[in-house]
Nanobody, 115 residues
Framework: QVQLVESGGGLVQPGGSLRLSCAAS????????MGWYRQAPGKQRDLVAE???????NYVESVKGRFTISRDNAENTVSLQMNSLKPEDTAVYYC?????????WGQGTQVTVFS
């Protein structure tokens, strides 16, 4: 079955960096649009960044210039490099794989930015 396993979350001070990774299995990875979403306490889950099967990227305005999404189709991984982190980036970050109406989610990884 499809599995998405995130890693790389943690605690970081404002201005710091973290790199999230998502390892996919049980799927034809290269066919899927991959995305990172986040959900803060009491809020809905929102898109942060996504990358198509061809490598086109899209970012939410609040992370443009700070976050970079990338994928490695040979390794079945998608990553999110997060720089210049802010307290408002604190959330659980989820990996998502989507093709057509089919969508899969990882279990999430916590990112906490604190002073």
């Amino acid at each position: 079955q499809v599995q998405l396993v995130e890693s790389g979350g943690g605690l970081v001070q404002p201005g710091g960096s973290l790199r999230l990774s998502c390892a996919a299995s049980g799927m034809v990875f290269s066919a899927y649009k991959m995305g990172w979403y986040r959900q803060a306490p009491g809020k809905q889950r929102d898109l942060v960044a996504e990358i198509t099967s061809r490598g086109s990227t899209n970012y939410v305005e609040s992370v443009k210039g700070r976050f970079t999404i990338s994928r490695d189709n040979a390794e079945n991984t998608v990553s999110l490099q997060m720089n210049s982190l802010k307290p408002e980036d604190t959330a659980v970050y989820y990996c998502n794989a989507k093709v057509g109406v089919v969508s899969f989610w990882g279990q999430g990884t916590q990112v906490t930015v604190f002073s």
